[in-house]
């Protein structure tokens, strides 16, 4: 297999979003329709085992079909990461291809959802298009949540109605981006938000899925992201995986205070780009990076080249019989919370 194969892209195709989503500002900043890039700069890109496709709302994009065909010429797994509120057009698109993945992002359940992405009936509508991919026997189907403090409550009944409909739950924490054109992103109440992940880590431990026992690893990654602490595995963002925003810029992740751009494939091929002083200056920085970012886009790949350390928990609290907290030094063992709420300690995965 070629080390191109290997790479995880992911591809921003509009910052347009018709979401008005507290912990996201991109909509008051959009790209316009003429600057966005095209199939022209797709073609470009190398071949990779994955591409997520992102924005903004990717299906405010006409041409979102031309852009997946030109896509599935590279890789063989494209999952479109959405609001889910062009139901038609979702399923237009997962019609003509079936082999698509579609994430739906719903933060919380109805109240919650409705308040935090400022869309009306945003629930409703979100969850009623998983609901028609499901009844037209489309395959890969799930939703996320980015988890703050409005909507921790509503983790674990999110994780349940997925596995009832048999679809992927994915997770994220509330966190801070140029992405998001956002820097007051914070948790406040760690220890609630915590907790929220700690029940749903040990829904994960209990299922007869291995794939489950791994993201109940990636979720307890996620706590230690909340607390502050240095990332369990190293991130190799601008080496195994990278983003092209809707400009054409090649970027290590989006994940990171300024923009990181290794270069414009709209003046340059890919691997004049990816192969330049530029990328390696960037690639530098990321090593240096100080956010210890816990995103799937960057930890998937981590876990999967240093399997055994994600392995060796799983089989450390399957045998434990569970997760806690407090075991695992986010709460304070002598007294039982510092006076903040919050470990002092650094921990270890």
């Given at each position: 297999?070629?080390?191109s194969t290997?790479?995880y892209?992911?591809?921003?195709i509009?910052?347009?979003?018709?979401?008005?989503c507290n912990?996201c500002?991109c909509f008051?900043d959009?790209?316009k329709?003429?600057?966005e890039l095209?199939t022209?700069i797709?073609?470009?890109?190398?071949a990779?085992?994955?591409?997520?496709?992102?924005g903004g709302e990717p299906?405010i994009?006409?041409d979102?079909?031309e852009?997946?065909g030109e896509?599935y010429?590279k890789?063989?797994r494209?999952?479109?990461?959405?609001?889910g509120?062009?139901?038609?057009?979702?399923?237009?698109?997962?019609?003509?291809?079936p082999?698509?993945g579609i994430?739906?992002s719903?933060?919380?359940?109805?109240e919650?959802n409705d308040?935090?992405r400022?869309?009306?009936?945003?629930?409703?509508?979100?969850?009623?298009?998983?609901k028609?991919?499901?009844a037209?026997?489309?395959?890969?189907?799930g939703?996320g949540?980015?988890v703050?403090?409005?909507?921790?409550?509503?983790?674990?009944?999110l994780?349940e109605?997925?596995?009832?409909?048999?679809?992927e739950?994915?997770t994220a924490a509330l966190h801070n981006s140029?992405?998001f054109?956002?820097?007051?992103?914070?948790?406040?109440?760690?220890l609630k938000?915590?907790k929220?992940?700690?029940e749903l880590i040990?829904k994960l431990?209990?299922?007869g899925?291995?794939k489950k026992?791994?993201r109940?690893?990636?979720n307890?990654g996620l706590?230690?992201?909340?607390y502050?602490?240095k990332?369990?595995?190293?991130?190799n963002?601008?080496s195994?995986?990278?983003f092209v925003d809707?400009f054409?810029?090649?970027?290590p992740?989006?994940?990171s205070a300024?923009?990181?751009?290794?270069g414009?494939l709209h003046?340059?091929?890919w691997?004049e780009i990816?192969?330049s002083?530029e990328?390696?200056e960037?690639?530098?920085m990321?090593?240096?990076?100080?956010r210890?970012?816990?995103?799937i886009?960057?930890?998937?790949?981590a876990?999967?080249?240093?399997?055994?350390i994600p392995a060796l928990?799983?089989?450390?609290?399957?045998l434990?019989?569970?997760?806690?907290?407090?075991?695992?030094?986010?709460?304070?063992?002598?007294?039982g919370r510092t006076?903040d709420?919050y470990?002092?300690k650094?921990h270890?995965?």
């Amino acid at each position: 297999m070629s080390k191109s194969t290997l790479l995880y892209g992911s591809v921003i195709i509009t910052y347009r979003c018709n979401a008005r989503c507290n912990m996201c500002d991109c909509f008051k900043d959009p790209s316009k329709p003429g600057e966005e890039l095209g199939t022209d700069i797709i073609k470009k890109l190398p071949a990779m085992s994955f591409v997520n496709i992102t924005g903004g709302e990717p299906f405010i994009r006409n041409d979102i079909s031309e852009i997946v065909g030109e896509l599935y010429k590279k890789t063989k797994r494209i999952v479109i990461s959405t609001n889910g509120y062009f139901t038609d057009r979702i399923l237009q698109l997962c019609r003509e291809y079936p082999r698509v993945g579609i994430r739906i992002s719903i933060e919380g359940l109805e109240e919650s959802n409705d308040r935090i992405r400022g869309i009306p009936e945003g629930f409703k509508r979100g969850y009623g298009t998983l609901k028609k991919l499901v009844a037209e026997g489309h395959r890969d189907v799930g939703f996320g949540c980015t988890v703050q403090e409005m909507n921790a409550q509503d983790l674990l009944p999110l994780y349940e109605l997925s596995d009832e409909l048999g679809m992927e739950f994915a997770t994220a924490a509330l966190h801070n981006s140029f992405y998001f054109r956002k820097t007051d992103n914070k948790i406040e109440d760690k220890l609630k938000v915590s907790k929220a992940f700690e029940e749903l880590i040990n829904k994960l431990l209990k299922s007869g899925s291995p794939k489950k026992w791994f993201r109940a690893y990636f979720n307890h990654g996620l706590i230690n992201y909340i607390y502050g602490n240095k990332r369990y595995l190293p991130c190799n963002m601008g080496s195994n995986g990278f983003f092209v925003d809707p400009f054409g810029d090649v970027l290590p992740c989006n994940g990171s205070a300024e923009k990181m751009s290794m270069g414009n494939l709209h003046n340059k091929e890919w691997d004049e780009i990816w192969n330049s002083p530029e990328a390696e200056e960037v690639r530098n920085m990321v090593k240096k990076c100080p956010r210890n970012c816990w995103m799937i886009g960057s930890a998937a790949p981590a876990m999967k080249q240093k399997i055994w350390i994600p392995a060796l928990w799983v089989l450390k609290h399957k045998l434990a019989g569970g997760y806690s907290l407090k075991e695992n030094g986010f709460i304070n063992l002598d007294e039982g919370r510092t006076k903040d709420g919050y470990a002092e300690k650094s921990h270890t995965a």
